[in-house]
T-cell receptor, first 113, second 119 residues
């Protein structure tokens, strides 16, 4: 089974609107971290936000928030007030107790002016 | 803010040649990684390195690949005899131990990547 599943290969959003990027995960480890990364067309991987498995509240970082639903094993990224600069590839990732990070296949977000 | 640096940013090599990709992880980090990404596709794990040895490696990381931390600051990926299908963006990344909560809450910090083109 895939550790991280991103079912939306591409998403479009109107500028200034909010958008949700889906991510589901699979683990039996009680301790894990969930991460979102942004990859603009220039290629670098930018860490956006983190959610720990024991965190009671959803993580927020500026316009980014993580909708963490533990029972559903989902960790969706919400971007509020989309900007043109948000157009990029977005990757969801998980780390369990070991060293390895598991990445999803990514979602390409296009912000329309 | 400390960052992971990778050199070179671009490398063009002929098939069969050896290449060494270089990385300087963040200085207080203890976990080091190499990933690759072919043409904006998924990010593929190659290898992780901890305590001066490989801790995990993927099926991609065969005998043609090796990693080294020669001097306590650099972390290198060597491809002994490059193939056309090795053309990709190679990312180095590092993370810290995550403190008392454990490593699982520590994010990966990526370098800007080395674009390797094998001709």
């Amino acid at each position: 089974a895939q550790k991280i599943t991103q079912t939306q290969p591409g998403m479009f959003v109107q500028e200034k609107e909010a958008v949700t990027l889906d991510c589901t995960y699979d683990t039996s480890d009680p301790s894990y971290g969930l991460f979102w990364y942004k990859q603009p067309s220039s290629g670098e991987m930018i860490f956006l936000i983190y959610q720990g498995s024991y965190d009671q509240q959803n993580a927020t970082e500026g316009r980014y928030s993580l909708n963490f639903q533990k029972a559903r094993k989902s960790a969706n990224l919400v971007i509020s007030a989309s900007q043109l600069g948000d157009s990029a590839m977005y990757f969801c990732a998980m780390r369990e107790g070991g060293n390895q990070f598991y990445f999803g296949t990514g979602t390409s977000l296009t912000v329309i002016p | 803010e400390p960052e992971v640096t990778q050199t070179p940013s671009h490398q063009v090599t002929q098939m069969g040649q050896e290449v060494i990709l270089r990385c300087v992880p963040i200085s207080n980090h203890l976990y080091f990684y190499w990933y690759r990404q072919i043409l904006g596709q998924k990010v593929e794990f190659l290898v992780s390195f901890y305590n001066n040895e490989i801790s995990e490696k993927s099926e991609i990381f065969d005998d043609q690949f090796s990693v080294e931390r020669p001097d306590g600051s650099n972390f290198t990926l060597k491809i002994r005899s490059t193939k056309l299908e090795d053309s990709a963006m190679y990312f180095c990344a590092s993370s810290d131990t995550g403190g008392p909560l454990g490593a699982y809450n520590s994010p990966l910090h990526f370098g800007n990547g080395t674009r390797l083109t094998v001709t």
